[in-house]
């Protein structure tokens, strides 16, 4: 089974970034660039990280009417990232139009809420029930709508994976025991994603910030 790590190299320099993507390379499974990475490198940054050779995930949550989110699906073809995402708020018809205008290879999935809201914060958007109750809507919705999978935190995984059996699920919001939560609301530690149905833990600060990112990979492959 290939290691299904992908590192959030949420850094606001890229030949940082582009480093520390070649020292913990041997330990993870792909690598994922968020909207700080994007608005200061753009396509350019992308092709950069793309030299280190593992797949790419365009965290972009994209969220807009359908004709500019296809339209934007359309433009970051040529960086053929693995994965992009759009948030399932922005509808069917969006998630629709995206996944019609993504490339082949590229797997589509849909943002459903945040790792770093939890249930008061739920409420205060507007939004009635539980979050369990809104990821799992939203997950029908993105699945409704054709799409690969939904991001999700590891609360909510192991409910959507017994509703969507072909379901490809992104999760965040991950900490190893003792590390440190920071913004995050909804975590578990990556081995509970990962046997809960994750397809993959996206981990940022636990690698990125630690004294020495190469063990801090190390150590959490080991609990795979
Ligand atoms: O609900 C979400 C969706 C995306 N993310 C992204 O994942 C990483 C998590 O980084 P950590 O440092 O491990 O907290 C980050 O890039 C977020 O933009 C998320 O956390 N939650």
């Known amino acids: 089974m290939s290691n299904p790590v992908y590192l959030a190299l949420d850094l606001p320099r890229l030949d940082a970034a582009k480093a520390l993507a070649e020292t913990v ?19 350019h940054g992308v092709h950069e990280i793309a030299h280190v050779g593992l797949p790419i995930f365009l965290d972009l949550k994209l969220h807009d ?3 500019t989110v296809a339209g934007a699906m359309q ?14 708020s922005g509808g069917r018809a969006m998630m629709e139009d995206a996944k019609a205008a993504a ?6 999935v849909a943002v459903t809420m945040l790792t770093s809201l939890d249930e008061r914060d739920l409420a205060r958007t507007g939004v009635t029930g539980t979050p369990h109750e ?8 993105a699945e409704a709508a054709g799409l690969d999978g939904i991001v999700c935190s590891g609360h909510e995984v192991g409910e959507v994976h017994r509703q969507w059996k072909k379901g490809f ?3 965040p919001g991950l900490r190893p025991a003792g590390s ?4 995050q609301k909804r975590v578990v530690t990556p081995r509970q994603a990962r046997d809960d149905g ?3 833990l996206v981990i940022g600060r636990p690698i990125s910030r630690a004294a020495d990112p190469v063990q801090a990979a190390r150590e959490i492959e080991a609990t795979l």
């Open 169 to 171: 699920f992104v999760v």
């Open 134 to 141: 809104h990821v799992l809507r939203l997950a029908e919705l």
């Open 75 to 88: 433009a970051i073809h040529v960086l053929e990232p693995a994965i992009v995402t759009v948030h399932a």
């Open 198 to 200: 994750a397809s993959v």
């Open 103 to 108: 490339g082949e290879h590229t797997r589509v």
């Open 180 to 183: 440190t939560v920071g913004d």
């Open 25 to 43: 390379k041997g330990h993870i499974g792909g690598l994922k660039l968020g909207l700080e990475f994007f608005c200061a490198h753009g396509a």
């Open 65 to 67: 009417i359908p004709n």
